[in-house]
């Protein structure tokens, strides 16, 4: 499933894509280009951007929330495919957005080796791990980069100062536009890190935010998520009582009909069955009228 952050990653490099160039260090002109390689894989990359020096090249960056023992292969499959379809070098660069993205094996650098040894391949490729920048990394660059700026090396205590720097620049160089979704993009990031309870405090302020479109949607897709998540965890309650009791009425139940069980999600169906668990004498005869 698609999550929020998702999203903000890609379409921030796609509304700033000179600044997230600076982000990692290129300084020339750039442009945002088409990330799909759906011919070849299924997946596309999450952002690739054409940098238009006298020898143009392309820029691939890759958002990572959670740790991938794939990646380092991954990304060489997209730097890779990248390069045949726009017949340009290319540049990976995988952004960790937090610690439990990070893992040993992640390096820089990809070696792959014959059987006996042999390295046949050598692939390399650039890490950034944000909670290791200090905030001040972000707060110089430009504004599209700027709701990373929670996620670097910044205790909570920082983190109300850090705000109000953010906000001075969302002043200074946004427009109304574009502030009310920088600061939503903030609260979404947020979010990897912070209960939604402390964000939402953190960020209590800022008007902008509370007033955008897509941070009252992201709220309800909260919402919703939890009541689904309730509903859910009381269908599984449902089911475990069923299957106990039954259980103990019927014998142990078959894969079949724990399929069954599994199927029901209407409440008004469990204590159905409940109430005629006394009247019937097999499971068979208890799930016969679902069929």
Not at 101 to 109: P, Q
Not at 174 to 201: C, H, I, M
Not at 220 to 247: F, N, Q
Request: charged residues 25%; aromatic residues 6%; neutral net charge.
């Amino acid at each position: 499933m698609s999550k929020p952050y998702d999203a903000i990653l890609k379409h921030l490099p796609e509304d700033y894509p000179q600044d997230w160039a600076q982000f990692v260090g290129v300084n020339g002109p750039v442009s945002v280009i088409d990330a799909d390689i759906s011919t070849v894989t299924a997946a596309a990359a999450d952002k690739v951007l054409r940098v238009d020096e006298p020898d143009p090249w392309i820029l691939h960056l890759e958002f990572q929330a959670g740790h991938d023992a794939t990646l380092s292969r991954r990304l060489l499959n997209y730097n890779v495919l990248l390069g045949v379809r726009h017949a340009l070098p290319v540049r990976s660069v995988a952004i960790l957005l937090r610690p439990r993205a990070d893992g040993k094996d992640l390096t820089g650098s990809l070696q792959c080796k014959l059987p006996r040894g042999k390295t046949y391949l050598e692939f390399e490729y650039d890490l950034i791990r944000l909670w290791q920048l200090p905030p001040e990394a972000i707060l110089e660059g430009g504004i599209g980069t700027l709701p990373l700026a929670p996620l670097t090396k910044v205790s909570r205590l920082q983190l109300p100062n850090l705000v109000r720097e953010m906000a001075k620049r969302f002043d200074r160089d946004g427009g109304r536009a574009a502030v009310d979704s920088l600061w939503t993009a903030t609260y979404v990031l947020l979010g990897l890190e912070y209960p939604k309870e402390f964000a939402n405090q953190l960020l209590r302020g800022v008007r902008s935010m509370k007033e955008s479109v897509t941070y009252q949607a992201i709220l309800e897709e909260g919402r919703e998520l939890g009541r689904e998540v309730g509903r859910e965890e009381g269908r599984e309650e449902a089911r475990r009582i069923l299957l106990a009791l039954g259980t103990k009425r019927f014998g142990k139940p078959s894969t079949k009909i724990r399929r069954a069980v599994a199927g029901i999600t209407e409440p008004a169906v469990f204590e159905g069955l409940a109430v005629r668990m006394l009247d019937v004498e097999s499971w068979t005869e208890l799930l016969a009228e679902m069929e």
